[in-house]
């Protein structure tokens, strides 16, 4: 089992940047694919970005391409996700995912966090 726990969310004017952190606890997440989704109000969780075990491969949904950046420390079992330049758009509740297989798709991902808020205002 893997725990999985989000923070660094928060409100930001467009244009701002914040820097989302998942701690895990229970297993290493060094075997895992980690992932970040996120769910605007009344719309469907949807795939943000994931790297590979080692961090080796990263994939972005079109929309935060070169915006967003995916890392991931494996000696603190942490997954972050660097947001810049952020659009009211990208307002959301953001949920770290760890997984066996890379992918874009939810259900190929065993383990969530409960999400961390994003506001950004224009």
């Known amino acids: 089992q893997v725990q999985l726990v989000e923070s660094g969310g928060g409100s930001v004017q467009a244009g701002g940047s914040l820097r989302l952190s998942c701690g895990a606890s229970g297993r290493s997440i060094s075997t895992y694919t980690m992932a970040w989704f996120r769910q605007a109000p009344g719309k469907e969780r949807d795939f943000v970005a994931v790297?590979?075990?080692?961090?080796?491969?990263?994939s972005y949904t079109e929309s935060v391409q070169g915006r967003f950046v995916i890392s991931r420390d494996n000696a603190k079992n942490t997954v972050y996700l660097q947001m810049n330049s952020l659009k009211p758009e990208d307002t959301a509740v953001y949920y770290c995912?760890?997984?066996?297989?890379?992918?874009?798709?939810?259900?190929?991902?065993?383990?969530w966090g409960q999400g961390t808020q994003v506001i950004v205002s224009s």
């Open positions: 995912a760890a997984g066996q297989f890379p992918g874009r798709t939810r259900n190929l991902y065993n383990y």
């Open positions: 790297s590979t075990w080692n961090g080796g491969s990263t």
